[in-house]
């Protein structure tokens, strides 16, 4: 598939257990008081919600498992329930597109991303808690530059520092 970029592309680099760990201890350092749900909107094949320790909603586009819903998350109707954290591994394609739908849905995302999104993410509306910067990730089928990332949406009290 080389440099094919269309929709019908599908991404598969599932999610280290270095990465899940990271990205629970972000979870927990900023978050864990707060969680009353879990939501996983690209679960594969279930590495992530086989870590969650309350109830939890999982899609992906092909289910591998009878607990994650068989759906295009971008299409699905999902209403905002406070607590509900989304930890999730979405398509580096449409990755931007996948945090902001979660933070219409959750109170908090922590999130692997390429590193291009880092760039592209609207700080004008989403508070970064904490932003990782993993150079070369070895995700077995290839290397990619990503970040691990803990936001939710920003307050008004919220100030960057160049702000």
């Known amino acids: 598939m080389g440099n094919y970029k269309g929709d019908d592309r599908k991404e598969a680099h599932f999610t280290t257990d270095e ?3 990271e990205m629970f201890e972000l979870l927990n350092k900023y978050y864990k008081d707060d969680v009353t749900e879990y ?9 992530i919600i086989d870590r969650f320790d309350k109830p939890y909603i999982a899609f992906d586009i092909e289910s591998r498992r009878d607990d994650i819903k ?8 999902i209403n ?3 607590g509900r954290v989304c930890i999730m591994n979405p398509p580096f394609q449409k990755g931007l597109k996948f945090l902001y739908k979660a933070l219409k849905e959750s109170d908090y995302v922590v ?14 509306k989403v508070w970064c808690d904490e932003i990782q910067l993993w150079r070369q990730y070895d995700f077995g089928t290839c290397k990619a530059g990503i970040i691990v990332v803990a936001c939710r949406n920003k307050k008004d009290t919220d100030k960057y520092e160049y702000e």
Not at 39 to 47: V, Y
Not at 71 to 76: A, F
Not at 111 to 124: A, E, G, P
């Open 70 to 77: 068989e759906c295009d998350y971008l299409k699905e109707k």
């Open 80 to 82: 905002y329930k406070k």
């Open 19 to 21: 990465l899940i760990d």
């Open 111 to 124: 999130s692997i991303l390429s590193q291009n999104s880092l760039l592209n993410i609207d700080y004008d």
């Open 39 to 47: 939501l996983e909107n690209s679960a594969g094949d279930g590495r």
